[in-house]
């Protein structure tokens, strides 16, 4: 009997951004009682940098609270928001609400989370029993009490337990800095992407081969970010594979969306990296401004922009676009809206100010001419 290779696929394989159960970075606190775990994290957050976008997942005690009829919020003019929601707790979901978070805090007593802190509390051995097999990745220990030991059947099915760093409760920012420790080790690296994909019909040639530094522009800022970022990391954006001979490209695959499908194409082919990227009509871009770039960057907001100080706005096609910056892009197109600078200044995103000259935007031939006449 011959089997059937051309198996069909239903559907498109697509890359998917790396995440735990619920969010990309997520720990459950288990061990003890749900007031503990609340006074942990609570405790935890208190300590770590203000920066960092930090959420806790936790089940309602209250089984009698009826559903609500409608969905509220309520804005507070101090800058936040209260919600009473219909909700389920559907894993896919959640994802989609917890992708801008740095850290996801779960409570282990009614969820699973990818990585774990146990918590030794001696009238929780039944408990800590009862959630055995959730211990699989436990990052460290804290003792409610310092004489208590770790339980028989923790040293039995997970001997590593016994080597793992312990915090003893009251050791606060201790166990503070161990949480920012692991916030830090999720970092994503940073691609580079230089954009020669447009079709320069403003300028009436390539913008990308016009030569400002004794090279193409495009070849000029590929080698700054490959320099930078390392030749395996730095891309090309192009509209389609016959534009360039060059192994490192990414191919449109939002078409007609210019420098938006560009962005938006990248994250399609790796959703799990930051994306540096730079357009090929900046010809004040040198090495000097990409490291100031990734020197102030910020991972907890959605990116980290350049503005030029006596402008409004930033500008969004020298910009480093974090991976929780892909949903805000796609959320933005399904309005309708497919401009990069708009989702720069409806988001949460690190500007850097910078002098005006040095993000200037060269389009058309006169502006080339008022260029050069003014540099070379």
């Known amino acids: ?71 509220t919020f309520t804005f507070n003019k101090n800058g936040f928001a209260e919600e009473v929601l219909i909700k389920t707790d559907n894993p896919h979901q959640l994802k989609i609400t917890f992708n801008p978070y740095d850290l996801v805090f779960i409570n282990g007593n009614h969820y699973k989370g990818e990585q774990q802190i146990l918590v030794l509390d001696s009238d929780k051995e039944a408990s800590v029993l009862k959630r055995l097999e959730q211990l699989n990745n436990v990052q460290f220990i804290i003792k409610t009490d310092p004489n208590v030991k770790l339980f028989p059947f923790l040293t039995e099915n997970y001997p590593e337990l016994q080597r793992i760093k312990t915090y003893d409760i009251t050791d606060k920012k201790a166990i503070a800095n161990h949480i920012e420790n692991l916030i830090k080790q999720q970092i994503p690296r940073v691609n580079g992407l230089v954009l020669i994909g447009g079709k320069s019909t403003r300028m009436g040639m390539d913008k990308s081969k016009i030569n400002y530094h004794g090279k193409p522009q495009a070849t000029f800022l590929y080698e700054l970010l490959k320099e930078k970022l390392g030749e395996e990391n730095t891309y090309y954006s192009v509209r389609d594979k016959n534009q360039i001979q060059d192994l490192s490209v990414i191919t449109d695959k939002f078409l007609d969306l210019g420098p938006f499908g560009g962005i938006c194409s990248a994250f399609q082919s790796n959703p799990n990296v930051a994306w540096l990227v730079v357009a090929t009509d900046l010809p004040n871009i040198t090495n000097k401004e990409i490291n100031r770039l990734l020197q102030y960057r910020n991972p907890s907001k959605i990116a980290t922009a350049f503005k030029g100080k006596s402008k409004q ?19 933005f197109l399904t309005l309708g809206y497919s401009c990069p600078r708009k989702v720069l200044i409806n988001n949460d995103v690190e500007i850097v100010e910078i002098d005006d000259e040095l993000i200037q935007n060269i389009n058309t031939k006169q502006e080339l001419e008022n260029f050069q006449k003014s540099n070379w």
């Not at 720990?27 to 920066?51: H, P």
Request: proline share 7%.
């Open 313 to 331: 706005f930033p500008e969004p096609l020298i910009t480093i676009w974090e991976p929780k910056a892909y949903p805000a892009l796609l959320q």
């Open 1 to 71: 009997m011959l089997l059937n290779v051309n198996k069909h696929q239903k559907h498109t394989s697509l890359i998917k951004r790396i995440t735990g159960n619920f969010a990309p970075n997520e720990i459950a606190v288990l061990g003890t009682k749900c007031n503990v775990i609340a006074q942990i994290v609570q405790e935890a957050i208190q300590n770590l940098d203000k920066n960092y976008k930090i959420a806790y997942l936790d089940a309602s005690h209250n089984a009698d609270k009826k559903i609500p009829k409608l969905d």
